[in-house]
């Protein structure tokens, strides 16, 4: 079946200016993730959906940043007025049910350059 | 103390070579524990579970320690396409019940 997708694949942008990435799950899956990676570094949780519930925003660097997901399915992550600093890979996973024991499935992230 | 180490390396093996590496983690109640693989420039993709009795799949073997709070992985026969760089993942059980990954181990296996 359908894995995780993620749109754009590459985004290069302007310092100041926003961006939007957008996360596709798998299709049934009701946790869905944003992660960022920068170059040779570990994955920094951003942000977790888990159904109905308030989203765990703990992982959000600072208030440029936002994320909602539509109908349980589709997200969306927002960085305003994008800084340097932000050029990263951005990675969406999904899993079945939520933390814990489940398998988190990773789509092919967006790499982010801002200039 | 970090909540999830491993040492990054890299790890450079011949390839037939056996190589394990190792992850600590300082949350003694952490009751659920992966280990991801992610290849140059692509995502993480679960390689493995890790079981309190160990297991083994075809040349991998994961094992848990938690006395010493660790977790292990174990590759033998190394091949050229082993080399990636092995994620550690723990669950982190607290108020927020929460999955940590590591940063890493890079595996090159050399021909």
């Known amino acids: 079946g359908a894995g995780v997708s993620q749109s754009p694949s590459n985004k290069v942008t302007e310092k100041g200016k926003d961006v939007e990435l957008r996360c596709d799950p798998i299709s049934g899956h009701t946790a869905l993730y944003w992660y960022r990676q920068s170059l040779g570094q570990g994955l920094e949780f951003l942000i977790y959906?888990?159904?109905?519930?308030?989203?765990?925003k703990s992982g959000l660097p600072s208030d440029r940043f936002s994320a909602e997901r539509t109908g349980g399915s589709v997200s969306t992550l927002t960085i305003q007025r994008t800084q340097q600093e932000d050029s990263a890979v951005y990675l969406c996973?999904?899993?079945?049910?939520?933390?814990?024991?489940?398998?988190?499935?990773f789509g092919p992230g967006t790499r982010l350059t801002v200039l | 103390r970090k909540e999830v180490e491993q040492d990054p390396g890299p790890f450079n093996v011949p390839e037939g070579a056996t190589v394990a590496f190792n992850c600590t983690y300082s949350?003694?109640?952490?009751?659920?524990f992966f280990w991801y693989r992610q290849d140059c420039r692509k995502e993480p993709k679960l390689l493995m579970s890790?079981?309190?009795s160990g297991n083994e799949d075809g040349r991998f073997t994961a094992q848990l320690n938690r006395a010493s709070q660790y977790i292990s992985l174990l590759i033998r026969d190394s091949k050229l396409s082993d080399s990636a760089t092995y994620l550690c993942?723990?669950?982190?059980?607290?108020?927020?019940?929460?999955?940590?990954f590591g940063k890493g181990t890079r595996l090159h296996i050399l021909p």
């Open positions: 890790v079981y309190s």
């Open positions: 949350n003694s109640a952490s009751q659920s």
């Open positions: 996973a999904s899993s079945l049910v939520g933390w814990r024991a489940d398998t988190q499935y």
């Open positions: 993942v723990v669950n982190r059980v607290n108020r927020d019940d929460k999955i940590i």
């Open positions: 959906f888990q159904g109905n519930s308030a989203p765990d």
